[in-house]
């Protein structure tokens, strides 16, 4: 008889692990494209480049657009806005695969996401953005654009959304259309390209859903085997 609650549980697992996938994949906000233009700049060097996130004034950079909440935070529908130092530096690390490292400190860009159309409600969310790698996509991938996946994870300091509890979340977001690929900007000092911010995806790391799933399924396990124990108190 154990070894079948055993077995019960176990297959509970199992549905759990496959299910968590499903549930993780409910929440989140998508970053939709903005207005301003993204500026890649070259610096004269062989390895890096520099890189302006949005319109910038005074040393300043911002990228603003409408961001939508999804699942669990399907109500949460508003501004967000990217706050960055101008000429951010970013570092060839890999020619082969066209991958490249940003090189910033993890509180000069700020993350800030309010409720309202015109971002003038209450704050949802506000974090220090931490970005972390730039990867060309092959133009044949992309119809015959140059694209690079960025990847990013936000550092939560406040905002009604901060259901984290200190783990942070992550940022998957596209740069497209330059008109060609930034590599060429090593041998261009002072040459720019101009991108577009796509669309990006913030989620939760973990997954507050997924937790609390998680969580009730070992629960129930728990309750299965102290009420099996119990049932051989009494045979006895």
Request: proline share 4%; charged share 10%; aromatic share 6%.
């Amino acid at each position: 008889m154990i070894k079948g609650i055993a077995l019960k549980v176990l297959v509970l697992g199992g549905l759990l692990t496959v299910a968590l996938p499903a549930v993780a994949s409910q929440a989140g906000i998508v970053l939709m494209q903005g207005q301003e233009s993204t500026i890649f700049t070259g610096i004269g060097s062989k390895n890096s480049v520099g890189l302006d996130l949005g319109t910038c004034k005074n040393g300043t950079c911002t990228l603003a657009a409408v961001g939508i909440g999804t699942g669990l935070f399907s109500s949460a529908r508003g501004i967000f806005t990217i706050s960055s130092p101008a000429n951010l530096n970013l570092q060839l690390t890999n020619p082969q695969t066209g991958l490249w490292t940003a090189l910033s400190k993890g509180d000069d860009i700020t993350f800030t996401y309010k409720s309202g159309p015109s971002g003038t409600g209450a704050t949802l969310l506000t974090g220090n953005l931490n970005l972390l790698q730039f990867q060309q996509r092959s133009p044949a991938l992309s119809g015959g654009a140059n694209t690079y996946i960025t990847t990013a994870s936000l550092t939560v300091t406040g905002g009604s959304l901060d259901i984290t509890h200190g783990e942070g979340m992550n940022i998957k977001f596209f740069f497209t259309d330059p008109p060609k690929n930034i590599n060429s900007l090593l041998s261009d000092p002072g040459g720019n390209i101009a991108g577009n911010f796509g669309s990006a995806r913030l989620t939760a790391t973990p997954e507050p859903a997924s937790i609390l799933l998680l969580g009730s399924g070992f629960l129930l396990a728990a309750v299965v085997l102290r009420g099996r124990r119990g049932w051989q108190s009494i045979a006895l």
